[in-house]
């Protein structure tokens, strides 16, 4: 794909590494000189100096016949003008960084379509979306979002008394928008069948509206009960958008927040959580507020102090500490404290603009299943040998479940056996490895391979 990156930032930068690295052409725009020379000595990508939403600039980069223009300046309002004018210079598609959460929650204005803007992403949100996930599901394996945040894919391990042990699928009983779509036992994973029942112990790969997750989880792990109590140092964005992310009803949040003004802010616009004007990484303030019986604590100030916090509480005993690592030459240190489970803002914004660009052709997600089984994103193509039939028509060779897709009106979901393979409408489907290439010809996607 020939994309062009409207800022070289650190957004632009971690964007144009993983560009490259799949073999994708790749373009910078940028005012400063400096960034663009240790860009282009560092990876092999073109740049251009200049203001990327000038029209003039944008056609000398080559944005009339570009498959995507990403816009990742630091300036929200940059941004959208940037892939207005891209869009009407011929760009086959637009993304667009936003911060303000103005741009993605106002009921009225649909600013993605005012600006000819594909898709509008938000580092801080995606950060935020993935460790709402993550809390929510502590006892989860592996986390997939589908759709954005609509739809989760998660491993779970059985618990030794769960409801579902030796119930067949058909009698099981799940809730509406969830979908038991494999199951891993001995180290070995495979497509189950209706009769198939979970044992104790195995792995099993659910898949679910978000709205179903926490009936369908039932049927195989024991939820806690009770509110589990999260702990949040700092109240950037990002603690903004996880707390509205994980809301009110599971959920007793404590937010501190050394400045006092925006503690004030905060505590006005979120009034389902606790906000405190304190300094957690304080032992008197964490003491006084019993947070080593926290279920889990979030620092989102400096790296640096996010590790001495996040230290503190792992010492304390703390089960779940979760500290955001903006610099990588923090990371080594993290892990020698034993703080594994690190977040960071750029890394979700890549992940974010990684399933838009190939949520129109063909990709393999990687991390759930070990050479038995491929997930993946298609496309499905005009003319493909499924179009036309529904899910339960589908013949049992190749062996394809379709975990999500799109319904009539473009919404995702977890589709039933009546919806039809329609040209143009994205799926993840999961089949074995060695029928992938055959499902991939059956929908017309091209060879994934």
């Known amino acids: 794909m020939d994309i062009i990156l409207a800022g070289g930032g650190d957004i632009g930068t971690a964007a144009a590494e993983m560009l490259t690295s799949r073999g994708h052409s790749v373009t910078v725009i940028d005012i400063d000189d400096t960034r663009l020379t240790y860009l282009e000595e560092h990876l092999d990508i073109a740049v251009l100096e200049g203001s990327a939403s000038s029209g003039a600039t944008l056609r000398r980069a ?25 869009a009407s ?21 649909d600013y993605a379509s005012i600006f000819s803007v594909d898709q509008l992403f938000s580092p801080d949100r995606a950060m935020a979306s993935a460790m709402a996930a993550r ?18 894919l998660q491993q779970i391990e059985v618990a030794p008394r769960a409801q579902a042990i030796g119930t067949p699928l ?3 009983g799940l809730p509406k928008g969830a979908r038991l779509a494999a199951i891993t036992r001995n180290g070995q994973a495979f497509l189950p069948v209706a009769d198939t029942a979970v044992e104790p112990e195995d792995i099993v790969t659910l898949v679910a509206e978000q709205a179903s997750f926490p009936a369908a989880r039932r049927f195989f792990t024991k939820d806690p009960f009770g509110r589990r109590s999260i702990a949040i140092n700092g109240a950037p964005a990002a603690a903004v958008w996880l707390c509205r992310f994980l809301g009110s009803r599971d959920f007793d949040i404590r937010l501190f927040e050394q400045d006092l003004n925006r503690a004030e802010v905060i505590g006005e616009k979120l ?8 300094d957690p990484a304080q032992p008197e303030v964490f003491d006084d507020e019993h947070l080593e019986r926290a279920d889990a604590f979030v620092s989102m100030r400096s790296d640096e102090k996010n590790m001495l916090a996040c230290a503190y509480a792992r010492r304390c005993g703390v089960k779940t500490v979760m500290p955001v690592v ?22 979700s914004a890549v992940q974010a603009i990684n399933r838009v660009l190939h949520c129109h052709e063909f990709e393999r997600i990687e991390g ?6 491929d997930l ?33 009106e473009g919404r995702p979901c977890v589709p039933d056996g009546t919806m039809r393979v329609t040209a143009g409408r994205h799926m993840i489907v999961l089949t074995t490895t060695a029928e992938a290439d055959a499902v991939c010809r059956l929908l017309a996607t091209g060879n994934g391979r």
């Open 89 to 109: 210079l011929g760009a086959h598609r637009t993304l667009a960084r936003v911060d303000h959460s103005m741009f993605l929650q106002d009921e009225e204005l």
């Open 368 to 373: 759930f299943f070990k050479g038995t089984l």
């Open 376 to 408: 993946m994103r298609v496309r499905v193509g005009a003319g493909a040998p499924l179009e036309g039939k529904t899910l339960m028509e589908l013949d049992r060779e190749p062996p394809l479940l379709v975990l999500a897709s799109e319904d009539d």
């Open 170 to 172: 058909r009698k099981l």
């Open 62 to 86: 080559g944005a009339a016949t570009a498959d995507a223009v990403i816009a990742t300046t630091d300036v929200d309002e940059v941004n959208l003008v940037i892939c207005d004018i891209a």
């Open 326 to 347: 903006r610099h990588p030459e923090f990371l080594p240190l993290m892990r020698e404290l034993g703080l594994e489970q690190t977040w960071n803002p750029r890394r």
């Open 271 to 278: 009034d389902h959580i606790t906000v405190l004007h304190a």
């Open 135 to 152: 809390l929510r599901n502590p006892a989860a394996i592996a986390v997939e979002h589908f759709a954005g945040s609509d739809i989760e």
